[in-house]
């Protein structure tokens, strides 16, 4: 099984300012997922990041404010740039489970809290 | 647009018991369902899935049973112990499976009582 750290595990932070959380697995993979959910709704992918190309954001979602980067096979990054209340979620990354491919596993999450 | 949807957002059952968590989706191209399970402060793990080639799969006190007609499935837990006490998270995928993005709901708390 692949074990996926966070970091930061929460954060306050103020509006106007960016945070960017770590995902590190202890394994290579070549596709990582990042996800959102905010108080009360569901889990919600915001892009795909494989390494060695652009990542791919779903509908809503843009660079702009979520960039992504993925400098290698165990390693990625999500920033919430300019932040406002509404990013107030937990973003989780994910990887998808090699011996039972139809699942993923998932990271601890990152707490995020902007007043 | 909801995809998937887990109307119940909470669900009390006493120990011993089975629950029974529902799940209902939209998305006819879905492939796989899985259910997920998640503690406070933690990321969610992985229970049991079902292909939408089948009707049931069984694992150990987990049950899902798929009604592809309805769009309805059903996580069913024989017998409910403490420890089932948590949110637990209906997905679905594309045929690219674990490869996909997956789609959740928005969950429903079961809550096991002594």
């Known amino acids: 099984s692949a074990v996926i750290s966070q970091k930061p595990s929460r954060d306050i932070c103020q509006r106007g300012t960016s945070l960017t959380i770590q995902c590190q697995v202890d394994?290579?993979?070549?596709?990582m997922f990042w996800y959102r959910q905010q108080p009360g709704q569901s889990l919600t992918l915001i892009a795909t990041?494989?390494?060695?190309?652009?990542?791919?954001?779903e509908s809503g979602f843009v660079i702009d404010k979520f960039p992504i980067s993925r400098p290698n096979l165990t390693f990625s990054t999500l920033t919430v740039s300019n932040m406002s209340p509404e990013d107030s979620s937990i973003y989780l990354c994910?990887?998808?489970?090699?011996?039972?491919?139809?699942?993923?596993?998932f990271g601890p999450g990152t707490r995020l809290t902007v007043l | 647009d909801q995809q998937v949807k887990q109307n119940s957002p909470s669900l009390s059952v006493q120990e011993g018991r089975i629950s029974i968590l529902n799940c209902d989706y939209t998305n006819s191209m879905f492939d796989y369902f899985l259910w997920y399970k998640k503690y406070p402060a933690e990321g969610p793990t992985f229970l049991i899935s079902?292909?939408?080639?089948?009707d049931k799969n069984e694992d150990g006190r987990f049950t899902v049973f798929l009604n592809k007609s309805a769009k309805h499935l059903s996580l069913h837990i024989v017998p409910s112990q403490p420890g089932d006490s948590a949110v637990y998270f209906c997905a679905a995928s594309g045929a690219g499976g674990g490869a996909d993005g997956l789609t959740f709901g928005k969950g429903t708390h079961l809550i096991i009582q002594p």
């Open positions: 990041a494989n390494q060695g190309s652009e990542a791919t954001y």
């Open positions: 994910s990887v998808p489970r090699l011996d039972r491919a139809v699942t993923q596993y």
């Open positions: 079902i292909s939408s080639i089948k």
């Open positions: 394994s290579q993979v070549t596709m």
